[in-house]
Structure formats: structure tokens, C-alpha cells
């Protein structure tokens, strides 16, 4: 069984910065790629942010491009989610998720498992 553990996310003001952190455990292939996606009260949950193992191809949600960076520490099996110039817009649950197979993420059908989710709220 493979658990994600989330941590980092809380209030901030808008225009400030967090950083969510993703620690898998458990029997995980750690070579797959990890992303991120959110989702906001009553709307569906959509696609962030994800890498592959290496980190050398990242792809961004065109919302977030130029303000969140993803990144990896494959050593400590670890995925991270910086987010800077944050928004009103970005307040959501943040789901941390693991690809189904070396294939990269592109949306919620090619993630295996799933983290329990991080609140982020941003205030105005």
C-alpha cells in the first residue's frame, strides 16, 4: 500500500508564499512521475502541476505558470510544490499524485495514487 503524506499548506495573504512538500511511502516506484492538482469548493478537481522522475520536463496548469515551480527529491521520495505571487484564485485543496506509469501526468486519469490533500487559503 503506498501512502502520501502532505504537509505546507495554511493561510497566507495574497502575493505571499508557500511551499507543499509530498512524501510517498510504501511499496511505490519512485522512477513514475508526480504531480500536483487542487480542487475548490464545489468545483471539480483540476491539474497543477507535475514532473517527471528527473525533474528535466515540467509541466504547469497556464493559471499557475510563472508563479509555482514543482520539483523532486527522488533520495527522499519526495515531491514539492512552490508557490509564489499567490492568489485569492489558488485557495483549494492541493492533492499531491502519483503517475499509474512512467507515462507523464497530464490529468487525474493517469494518476495511481493520491495524497489527502493540503488546504490552501489565500486571503485578499
Known amino acids: 500500500q503506498v501512502q502520501l503524506v502532505e504537509s505546507g499548506g495554511g493561510l497566507v495573504q495574497a502575493g505571499g508564499s508557500l511551499r507543499l512538500s509530498c512524501a510517498a511511502s510504501?511499496?511505490?516506484?519512485?522512477?513514475?512521475?508526480m504531480g500536483w492538482f487542487r480542487q475548490a469548493p464545489g468545483k471539480e478537481r483540476e491539474f497543477v502541476a507535475a514532473?517527471?522522475?528527473?525533474?528535466?520536463?515540467?509541466v504547469y496548469h497556464y493559471s499557475v505558470k510563472g508563479r509555482f515551480t514543482i520539483s523532486r527529491d527522488n533520495g527522499q521520495n519526495t515531491v514539492y510544490l512552490q508557490m509564489n505571487s499567490l492568489e485569492p484564485e489558488d485557495t483549494a485543496v492541493y492533492y499531491c499524485?502519483?503517475?499509474?506509469?512512467?507515462?507523464?501526468?497530464?490529468?487525474?486519469?493517469?494518476?495511481?495514487?493520491w495524497g489527502q490533500g493540503a488546504q490552501v487559503t489565500v486571503s485578499s
Open positions: 499524485a502519483v503517475a499509474r506509469s512512467r507515462l507523464m501526468i497530464q490529468t487525474a486519469a493517469y494518476v495511481k495514487y
Open positions: 510504501g511499496r511505490t516506484d519512485s522512477t513514475f512521475a
Open positions: 514532473a517527471t522522475w528527473s525533474g528535466d520536463i515540467t
